[in-house]
């Protein structure tokens, strides 16, 4: 699958990747299978979601190398101490990497409150890049003045990705200008809108036109703007129509029609939203 550069590491990150929030045991590991069925070489785990032993068992299951594909988790909050919090995060790195593991990418999943927490857990991060079990590393739910900030204490800058919640009726403009400029990738969680506007009569006349569905027409768009989508299904069918979107292109025009669906929402900022 297609890959894009991860500015300042020597890797890189598949251009899909596959949402697992709210998949948990069986469920979830038969989801992942399905989706490394399906060519997804990318898959988007948390300590918060809870599965990140499935996603590691699902890997360990399938056919596909471990270094073909690409796993993401976050650390939601500082354990209590620098030191705690390298264990949380090793431990995080063990479930879904195996022992000794790995994961491609290590997140901070939410800026949450204070600065002190953003700079203990980053130094933690920074660590385990340095150590390799941390290939890449980065931040989730930054707003460009966290990442600003984040030059007073990092040694590692830029992140090298930022995962937000990105879809038309959500653009965060001011985030992606940011993050553009610095080189920074941007993945995109909730690329479909959860599902709340896949009856948007706007998006419904373009999949018709390409004779695709409302999520392949969404899932084109994130592409087209250079975001990595994270779509998330529980459903096989839904799991491959998600990935079968590598043989057509939006035109110019049906970008700009997505693009002037914005509605300025911030995004899950909040923790109650986070995702
Ligand atoms: P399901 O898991 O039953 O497929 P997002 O990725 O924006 O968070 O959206 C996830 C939601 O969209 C889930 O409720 C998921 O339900 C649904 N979904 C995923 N893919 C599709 C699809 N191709 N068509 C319709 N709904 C979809």
């Not at 300042?8 to 998949?23: D, W």
Request: glycine share 8%; proline share 6%.
């Amino acid at each position: 699958q297609d890959r894009a550069p991860l500015t300042n590491t020597t890797s890189s990150i598949p251009k899909l990747g596959f949402g697992v929030y709210q998949l948990y045991g069986q469920s979830c590991q038969k989801a992942v299978l399905d989706a490394l069925q399906a060519g997804y070489r990318h898959i988007d785990s948390a300590q918060l979601y809870r599965n990140e032993a499935d996603v590691g068992a699902a890997v360990q299951q399938s056919p596909i190398q471990r270094e073909d594909i690409f796993i993401t988790t976050k650390i939601r909050q500082s354990a209590g101490s620098p030191d705690k919090s390298y264990r949380s995060c090793v431990e995080s790195i063990e479930k879904v990497g195996g022992k000794d593991g790995y994961v491609d990418l290590l997140l901070i999943h939410i800026p949450g409150t204070g600065r002190e927490s953003r700079e203990e857990l980053w130094g933690v991060l920074e660590r385990l890049h340095a150590e390799g079990r941390a290939r890449a590393i980065g931040v989730s739910n930054y707003r460009p003045q966290h990442i600003e900030e984040m030059k007073e204490y990092a040694k590692v800058w830029p992140p090298h990705v930022n995962q937000v919640e990105l879809h038309p009726w959500c653009q965060q403009r001011d985030i992606v200008q940011y993050c553009e400029d610095k080189n920074i990738v941007l993945a995109a969680y909730s690329p479909l809108s959860c599902g709340d506007h896949l009856n948007d009569p706007t998006l419904g006349a373009i999949a018709d036109k390409y004779d695709k569905s409302p999520a392949q027409i969404l899932i084109r768009f994130a592409l087209q703007k250079n975001w990595v989508p994270l779509p998330k299904s529980g459903n096989p069918d839904r799991i491959k129509q998600n990935a079968n979107v590598f043989d057509f292109a939006l035109d110019e025009g049906d970008m700009k029609t997505l693009d002037g669906l914005d509605r300025g929402k911030a995004g899950a900022l909040f923790p109650a939203n986070v995702k």
